[in-house]
């Protein structure tokens, strides 16, 4: 199941503290910082964890520039850990801006970071004052990606924001690709000279001094631009609020599949608390007017329950699409979205209160700056009370009284089912969650599967989410490798349906619950533990161990939660796993623990992309 036509590749996250080499002007409106020195080699940090060495592959490459705050004595920023980073919490000094690698020369030892010059942007004043010799924290990048594959042409467009990424993409491009790129700068003097292969247009677009994020260029030049044959890819970047528009119209207009669009925000016009443009400081921040010491306030609002029903609810209508690019009377917006008036004029009128809509005087509504959030795709995917993550926090919530009162909760009170039985049961749930899975596993497959652990193995048997996805990466990987994926019957169905078939993959209905029937070199539990609660999680691991050949081992992989850097989404996944499940996230003496239970030691314990862990298990004895 290809996500994006783009394949990506992800690898540890970093920090590292850099030299500032060089500070040139590329035009007048972009300045480039060249960085260097030793800590772009692999090295170890002062706290004893690995930093691998730096790599950027990608031409839109990102990672993060750590900036000094007026009331810190030092840069705050993260420390390295195993695999990921420990960010600093609640911690409003803390300063940083993502940017892409312009240039990256690993021979030379010298990364080049373009930075447009404009307004009282922290990392803009940053740029326009630094000097060589000074030093610099940067964080990532933890992934790349190259040059569509399977496209018969490619579609580019961004801002001056964009252009550090679109002018390393044309240096990178592949000889005989098509592409049309468009280029939106402040003014003509700040184009660049960027190389033009065979086949490719590049047009510049001038504001004419118009501020940045004000006009509608690039939505223009995209509608506007020659449809040519075949399969395209569409990589548009810029400010965020500008790009919808284009992403809808490529959507509803152009019919285009999710893995032909890459459609990302690099920054938001928002205003800034600063009078005077050279007095900014890096910790300049946007203004907020409303302040944040009323603790009683803000207790209400954790409290609140309806904010977060009614903005799905507005998400589910497609209340968004519906009032497109202008305002709107109740009336037509409930002919939009087949509701009825009177209840969506008192919805409406609720989302004004919570500043995402606003009544104009003459009776109509627009959403406002914050309600065009309801116009993002994830959004939409995240809140969509139809879809599979509203259903799962719905679910998690309703059943959370239960489960903390008793152990287990009582989705089934609720829905008639338990969790796993509800989406299995459901075609359209359980497409959304293979396919939800399957864009998860992306990130750790592939790295899963170059794991020393697989090297040599002839059979492996996987099991959990996205077993489909990590079958594919290991006989990928390794050629004689045999994967067969245990499932229950109908997640077998989406499996076949979500992958192509594979000679050496096969599909046994079943569960780990039970006796393998067959032996085999290894067991992949990938993530599969964490919907298990401790009593059945000890048997899964006891059935695992059973079914190995001699010397075989028992393999679990899966995020282990970390206390020192876990935040409120862990926790709120934790808590929500538990309530559906009885099982949920296990930091390391939790998985010790199934572990000896089970009677198996651990062999070796791996950090695998993000932080993740790949334990190898064998016998006690």
Do not use: C
Not at 21 to 47: K, S, W, Y
Not at 58 to 83: I, N
Not at 394 to 412: E, P
């Amino acid at each position: 199941m290809a996500q994006s036509l783009r394949h990506l590749e992800v690898f540890p996250i970093t920090t590292r503290t850099l030299d500032v080499l060089r500070v040139t002007d590329v035009t007048p409106g972009m300045r480039r910082v060249t960085l260097g020195g030793p800590e772009l080699a692999a090295h170890t940090a002062a706290n004893g964890h690995p930093v691998a060495a730096f790599r950027s592959d990608g031409f839109d490459d990102e990672f993060k520039v750590l900036l000094q705050h007026p009331d810190a004595e030092t840069v705050v920023g993260p420390t390295q850990a195993d695999g990921l980073l420990h960010w600093p919490r609640d911690d409003a000094r803390m300063v940083s801006r993502t940017y892409t690698v312009r240039r990256w020369d690993p021979v030379a030892g010298e990364l080049d970071v373009d930075f447009v010059i404009h307004g009282v942007g922290p990392a803009s004043t940053w740029a326009s004052r630094v000097r060589p010799g000074e030093r610099v924290q940067i964080a990532g990048p933890k992934s790349s990606s190259l040059h569509p594959e399977g496209a018969d042409w490619t579609l580019v467009a961004g801002d001056e924001t964009a252009l550090p990424a679109i002018g390393r993409w044309l240096e990178q491009w592949p000889a005989g690709a098509r592409g049309q790129v468009f280029i939106e700068v402040g003014h003509p003097d700040h184009r660049q000279d960027l190389p033009l292969p065979d086949g490719v247009t590049v047009t510049w677009l001038s504001r004419d001094g118009a501020e940045p994020g004000t006009t509608t260029l690039l939505f223009d030049a995209v509608r506007q631009a020659p449809w040519w044959a075949g399969t395209v890819f569409v990589w548009v970047a810029g400010e965020s609020r500008t790009l919808t528009p284009i992403r809808r119209w490529l959507r509803n207009e152009k019919a285009l599949a999710k893995e032909q669009v890459d459609v990302t925000g690099y920054w938001r016009r928002q205003p800034v608390a600063v009078d005077d443009p050279h007095s900014a400081r890096p910790g300049d921040a946007p203004v907020d007017a409303e302040g944040s010491g009323n603790e009683a306030q803000r207790f209400h609002e954790l409290t609140e329950v309806l904010p977060a029903f009614a903005a799905r609810t507005a998400v589910t209508f497609g209340l968004a699409t519906a009032f497109g690019e202008r305002p709107r009377t109740v009336a037509e917006l409930a002919a939009a979205t087949g509701t009825d008036p009177v209840g969506l004029g008192k919805l409406v009128r609720y989302l004004a209160a919570l500043d995402l809509t606003e009544r104009l005087d003459d009776g109509r509504y627009r959403l406002t700056d914050l309600g065009r959030e309801l116009e993002d795709d994830h959004v939409i995917d995240t809140l969509h009370l139809d879809g599979l993550p509203a259903r799962r926090e719905l679910g998690g919530a309703l059943s959370l009284w239960s489960a903390v009162r008793t152990g287990r909760g009582d989705h089934a009170r609720w829905f008639g089912a338990d969790y796993a039985r509800h989406v299995q049961d459901d075609p359209a749930l359980l497409a959304a969650r293979t396919a939800h899975e399957a864009r998860e596993a992306v990130y750790v497959a592939g790295a899963l599967a170059a794991a020393s652990a697989f090297v040599g193995l002839s059979t492996v048997t996987v099991s959990g989410p996205a077993a489909g996805s990590f079958a594919a990466a290991l006989v990928k990987v390794h050629p004689a490798l045999r994967a067969t994926v245990v499932a229950a019957p109908s997640e077998i169905d989406a499996f076949r349906g979500a992958y192509p078939a594979h000679e050496r993959i096969g599909y046994e209905a079943g569960s780990l619950l039970g006796p393998r029937p067959v032996p085999t070199d290894a067991v992949l539990l990938a993530d599969a533990l964490r919907s298990l609660t401790d009593v059945d999680a000890v048997h899964v691991l006891r059935q695992a161990a059973a079914g190995l050949n001699p010397g075989g081992r028992v393999l679990v992989f899966g995020d282990v939660l970390d206390p020192e850097v876990a935040d409120e989404h862990d926790y709120e996944d934790d808590l929500i796993d538990f309530a559906l499940h009885g099982g949920g996230a296990r930091d390391r003496e939790g998985h010790r623990a199934l572990f000896d239970a089970a009677g198996l030691r651990l062999v070796e314990r791996t950090t695998i992309g993000w932080g993740y862990t790949l334990h190898a298990l064998g016998p006690r004895n």
